[in-house]
């Protein structure tokens, strides 16, 4: 058996090989060191690579397992990988922690005026009647009800916010008060003084928010993106902020990316960017190596993956 990392594991590399002294283990920083001989022979694929195509899957004859340490599966081939009977199992639940308290970070730095704050320090102005406002009584609506949500929502109980969730089927999740049907966002939109998509990237969220929807929510929501950014047109999100149908957004995620300089979202002031970087945590690897390593056991001992594994038809 030969298992290939996709990515510098350091530390992890050594409990891996001696944690399974019967797997031919090869470290490398992505698909361009992976020759030619260990693509005809390589039986599992872990880490993280965007550079992972179809091409390169196709030159991966004996290819059983794609471990893939990020959440999001959308840029991977998935009819591929369906069709050649690839299992493949995501990085879930390990990012929602650090992606949750983005979302707590995001709430926090816009209801306290933080941004505000620092314009006036930079312009050497102390105005010390500048008043924050209470998330106390507030409510929420995330869109999508998995782990990032979740864990949001446990946060956000903290403050004594109310928090409403919406799914596919409308189904009851952990942490979550009242669930609510996709179909009845409309409906539901107009309670929320926060919005926050979590939502991944499937057939069903491509474009899913259009200006209607932002036009039902309250003329002061705060928009908070962590998901991905094909859920709302880019033009319609800038024309949105523009005519300031909502009073402000947090955007991590983009339709586009990376965003070019001349991008229309940068010279709006009712708009706060960050470059995907929520996801991003220092203890990421650790944990989805330790994940790898549950599901690896049972892998070669049974042909089971016991954590996480995505239907490459569903997206998730």
Same mark, same amino acid.
């Given at each position: 058996?030969? *298992?290939?990392?996709?990515?510098?594991?350091?530390?992890?590399?050594?409990?891996l090989?001696?944690?399974?002294?019967?797997?031919?283990?090869?470290?490398?920083?992505?698909?361009?060191?992976?020759?030619?001989?260990?693509?005809?022979?390589?039986?599992?694929?872990?880490?993280?690579?965007?550079?992972?195509?179809? *091409?390169?899957?196709?030159?991966?004859?004996?290819?059983?397992?794609?471990?893939?340490? *990020?959440?999001?599966?959308?840029?991977?081939?998935? @009819?591929?990988?369906?069709?050649?009977?690839?299992? %493949?199992?995501?990085?879930?639940?390990?990012?929602?922690?650090?992606? /949750?308290?983005?979302?707590? *970070?995001?709430i926090?730095?816009?209801?306290?005026?933080?941004?505000?704050?620092?314009?006036?320090?930079?312009?050497?102005?102390?105005?010390?009647?500048?008043?924050?406002?209470?998330?106390?009584?507030?409510?929420?609506?995330?869109?999508g009800?998995?782990?990032? /949500?979740?864990?949001?929502?446990?946060?956000l109980?903290?403050?004594?916010?109310?928090?409403?969730?919406?799914?596919?089927?409308?189904?009851?999740?952990?942490?979550?008060?009242?669930?609510?049907?996709?179909?009845?966002?409309?409906?539901? %939109?107009?309670?929320?003084?926060?919005?926050?998509?979590?939502?991944?990237?499937?057939?069903?969220?491509?474009? %899913?928010?259009?200006?209607?929807?932002?036009?039902?929510?309250?003329?002061?929501?705060?928009?908070?993106?962590?998901?991905?950014?094909?859920?709302v @047109?880019?033009?319609?999100?800038?024309?949105?902020?523009?005519?300031?149908?909502?009073?402000?957004?947090?955007?991590?995620?983009?339709?586009?990316?990376?965003?070019?300089?001349?991008n229309?979202?940068y010279?709006? @002031?009712?708009?706060?960017?960050? /470059?995907?970087?929520?996801g991003?945590?220092?203890?990421?690897?650790?944990?989805?190596? @330790?994940?790898?390593?549950?599901?690896?056991?049972?892998f070669?001992?049974?042909?089971?993956?016991?954590?996480?594994?995505?239907?490459?038809?569903?997206?998730?």
């Amino acid at each position: 058996m030969k *298992a290939i990392s996709l990515k510098p594991l350091k530390s992890q590399q050594q409990d891996l090989i001696s944690a399974f002294p019967d797997v031919e283990f090869k470290f490398t920083s992505g698909v361009e060191e992976i020759d030619e001989a260990d693509k005809a022979s390589v039986d599992i694929l872990f880490g993280y690579d965007g550079d992972l195509d179809e *091409a390169f899957l196709a030159s991966c004859p004996e290819l059983k397992w794609i471990a893939w340490f *990020a959440t999001g599966v959308n840029n991977l081939p998935l @009819d591929y990988i369906e069709n050649n009977g690839i299992r %493949l199992t995501n990085g879930k639940g390990i990012h929602a922690k650090q992606m /949750a308290e983005f979302n707590i *970070a995001y709430i926090l730095d816009d209801y306290k005026n933080m941004k505000t704050s620092h314009i006036n320090q930079l312009n050497k102005v102390y105005d010390s009647k500048m008043t924050g406002t209470r998330l106390m009584g507030k409510t929420a609506l995330i869109l999508g009800t998995g782990e990032i /949500a979740r864990r949001t929502a446990y946060l956000l109980h903290a403050f004594d916010v109310k928090v409403l969730g919406i799914n596919t089927s409308g189904h009851d999740a952990e942490e979550i008060d009242e669930s609510y049907k996709l179909d009845a966002l409309t409906d539901v %939109l107009p309670k929320a003084d926060i919005v926050i998509n979590t939502l991944p990237e499937t057939e069903d969220t491509i474009h %899913l928010l259009q200006r209607k929807h932002f036009e039902v929510m309250k003329d002061d929501a705060l928009f908070i993106n962590v998901g991905r950014g094909t859920v709302v @047109d880019e033009n319609v999100l800038v024309e949105v902020l523009k005519d300031k149908v909502i009073r402000q957004a947090y955007l991590d995620v983009f339709e586009n990316e990376p965003l070019t300089e001349d991008n229309p979202l940068y010279s709006l @002031d009712n708009v706060v960017i960050t /470059a995907h970087i929520t996801g991003n945590g220092k203890e990421n690897n650790q944990e989805a190596t @330790d994940m790898f390593k549950r599901n690896l056991s049972h892998f070669l001992n049974k042909k089971e993956l016991i954590e996480n594994e995505v239907d490459p038809t569903q997206g998730y």
